[in-house]
C-alpha cells in the first residue's frame, strides 16, 4: 500500500495526519498510512526511503524546506524559483521537489489582501513579512504575484531588508499587513512572539500567522488585542494538503 509522511524535527504538534485521513477517506483510500518523521539531520532522508519503500509522498516542514533540496533529483518550476521545497514526489526511484505553500498561502491571504485594498482606497497596501526561511519564500512569491509591496524583517540585512529594532512607528504605520513567517510561538514554545511594537498596531492592521498550533499565537494575540483582524495558518495547511494530493495522485 502507498504510504506518505511528513519529515521534519519537531513534529508533535502536527494536523497533517488528519487532515491527510480526510482527504485519502474521500478519495475511497480509507485506511492510507500517512506518517510522522522526525529527523535529526536532513541527511537521513535518504536512509528514511529506504526503510519505508512504499513512500509515495512527502511534506517537508521546518527546518528542512531549503536544505532538503540538494538531496532532490529534481525540481518543480515553482519551487525551483521560490527556493523551498515543502512536498516531495517519490516516483520510479525520483524524488521531485515542489512548493505547495504557495497554493496554501494564497487561499489564506486572499480575504486580507481584499479587505486592506477596500479599506485603503486608492493607497496600495503593503506588508511586513517577519522572517527569512523557506515559508518566507513561498510568501513573497505570492505577494509579488498580487502586485504587493512588502519588506522582509529579519535578525540581519544578509537575509531581510529591515531587522527587528528597525520596525517602528513609520514602518508600521505604512505597512498594515504583518504575516508571521518565523517558529516564534510555536507549541510548545507559546509564550514566545516576534520582537515587535505591539503597542503601535491598529484596528486597521491584519496580522496573519502561518503557525496554526496553538490557534491563537502570542502574536495574534497581541493584534486581537489592538482591535486588528488576525488569522492563524489552519487554513494554508489544509490547502496545501490538497494541493499536496494533486501532485502525488
Known sequence: MAQYGLIGRSLG???????????????????????????????????????????????????????????????S????????????????????????????????????????????????????VLGSGGASRAVAWVLREAGLRFRVVSRNHERGDLTWDQVDRTVLGVCRLLINTTPLGMWPKVD???????????ARHHLVDLIYAPEETLFLRHGREAGATVANGLAMLREQAEAAWRWWR
Open 77 to 128: 518550476p515553482e519551487a525551483a524559483t521560490v527556493g523551498a521545497v515543502n512536498c516531495i514526489r517519490i516516483q520510479d526511484g525520483r524524488w521531485t521537489g515542489h512548493n505547495t505553500d504557495i497554493d496554501g498561502f494564497r487561499a489564506l491571504i486572499a480575504p486580507h489582501l481584499h479587505a486592506l485594498s477596500t479599506h485603503e482606497g486608492a493607497l496600495h497596501p503593503r506588508a511586513l
Open 13 to 75: 504538534h502536527s494536523r497533517s495526519p488528519g487532515i491527510f485521513a480526510s482527504i485519502f477517506a474521500r478519495e475511497g483510500l480509507a485506511g492510507t498510512p500517512y506518517g510522522l518523521f522526525e529527523l535529526e539531520r536532513v541527511e537521513d532522508l535518504p536512509a528514511l526511503i529506504d526503510r519505508h519503500p512504499d513512500l509515495r509522498g512527502l511534506n517537508v516542514t521546518i527546518p528542512y524546506k531549503q536544505a532538503v533540496m540538494p538531496l532532490l533529483h529534481g525540481l
Open 192 to 202: 514566545e512572539a516576534p520582537p515587535l511594537p505591539y503597542e503601535l498596531l491598529t
